[in-house]
């Protein structure tokens, strides 16, 4: 499972590890794997944001049918006696369209088949639950014009929460969402990368991440480990595996910078609990002040800018995206920009740079999209414009 517009994504990080991808939607992507490369996928994934695995699917046109169902799936796969469990119960276009009523008679299922379970209530969606899932097993019940589908989540705590990040600044980016926009862009790791904005070092941490082959999910659990008859000895030899991949620094420059002093404290703290301080340089002091020549003559500045919404409380931020776009051609051509902005053409125009749009997405519940000038720099003439406005123009027409 992942965000909206990152499933193209998720795909490509499975096929470089070797796992064959039987299945592409807008709401993740399909697979069919041993327990152990179920342990390996959670290990590795950056930019997915849970694995659930299917346990049953059926028809059920009325409770009763839907009780029978419930009682033949295997529960005992991954909930263990006197296990604590959670329900996600959606209904669309069923007849059985009570959510509460369909996640009693589960419930009753999982009780029927595992010693002392206790539902320990409902879950929220994913977009909503942000806190740690604690020791319970999430169960996800989906009826779909009649048809229900049960599947079990492997992964426990959102994929996004490595274990480093417990310093944040002001609006948080999900680590799955910065390791995102790097894969996207793409960021081939033999340049600089820039973040001038860089908040709680989310993009710059997972850049390093990246250069240095560090599985992003080896210091943490997941929810697998806790299934009855889980091959521990082998889960344990694939994080060592992991662990011996890791490369001694990212081998290139990757420089963090914010104005608050705030922000620059919480990306030094959390670098240094992701291992990766000594591969950074993070720096405090204003957007202007960035030099970018001064790095290098190629690079990527790639960011998550201020966008009024929800930091700035809907202030003016022309002249901001009009000095970013200083700060661009100062660099010189050999510089390419990435930035995660909302559809806002008007803002985004104030650069005077030709971008296009490589990926769109959900931040916090808001629309956005990671917009990209091209690979040798250019520049458009017409103040407020750029390609991506054109093509919107045309469109339009």
């Avoid at 490595?162 to 609006?171: E, I, M, N, S, Y």
């Avoid at 709680?200 to 008859?229: C, N």
């Avoid at 082998?234 to 922000?263: C, F, H, M, N």
């Amino acid at each position: 499972m992942c965000a909206p517009g990152l499933a193209p994504l998720v795909a490509a990080e499975c096929a470089a590890q070797s796992l064959h991808v039987e299945a592409v939607s807008a709401a993740g992507v399909s697979l069919h794997l041993t327990l152990p490369e179920l342990f390996r996928l959670n290990c590795w994934a950056r930019c997915a944001s849970r694995v659930i695995v299917r346990l049953a699917a059926f028809e059920a046109r009325d409770f009763a049918t839907l009780e029978k169902a419930a009682a033949r799936v295997p529960w005992g796969r991954v909930i263990v006696p006197g296990g604590s469990v959670r329900l996600r119960v959606t209904c669309r276009k069923s007849r059985l369209y009570h959510s509460d009523a369909v996640a009693e008679r589960i419930a009753r299922g999982i009780a029927g088949a595992i010693t002392g379970a206790q539902i320990a209530g409902r879950a929220r969606d994913d977009d909503d639950d942000d806190e740690e899932a604690g020791p319970s097993q999430l169960i996800i019940v989906r009826f779909d014009h009649d048809r229900c589908t049960i599947s079990a989540d492997s992964s426990g705590a959102l994929l996004h929460r490595r274990g480093w990040r417990l310093d944040v600044a002001k609006a948080p980016l999900r680590e799955t969402l910065a390791a995102a926009m790097l894969a996207a862009l793409p960021w081939p790791g033999d340049v600089p990368l820039v973040d001038p904005f860089c908040g709680s070092g989310t993009i710059g941490i997972e850049a390093a991440l990246l250069m240095r082959d560090m599985a992003p999910g080896v210091a943490r659990s997941f929810a697998m480990e806790q299934w009855p008859q889980a091959p521990l000895v082998a889960y344990a030899a694939l994080r060592s595996e992991a662990r011996a991949r890791v490369k001694p620094s990212a081998g290139v420059p990757i420089v963090l910078r914010d104005r608050d002093a705030g922000a620059i404290a919480a990306a030094r703290a959390n670098a240094e609990r992701a291992g990766v301080l000594h591969d950074l340089t993070i720096e405090q002091g204003a957007l202007s002040e960035t030099n970018l020549a001064a790095i290098g003559t190629r690079g990527v500045l790639l960011t998550n800018p201020p966008y009024g919404q929800r930091v700035s409380g809907g202030a003016d931020l022309r002249g901001l995206y009009a000095r970013l776009g200083d700060v661009l051609r100062a660099g010189g051509r050999g510089w390419r920009l990435g930035m995660l902005v909302p559809p806002d053409r008007a803002l985004a125009g104030q650069l005077r740079l030709t971008l296009s749009p490589l990926l769109r997405t959900a931040n916090g519940g808001l629309p956005v999209e990671l917009l990209a000038s091209a690979h040798a720099m250019a520049f458009d003439a017409s103040p407020g414009r750029t390609q991506s406005a054109n093509a919107a123009a045309q469109s339009r027409k």
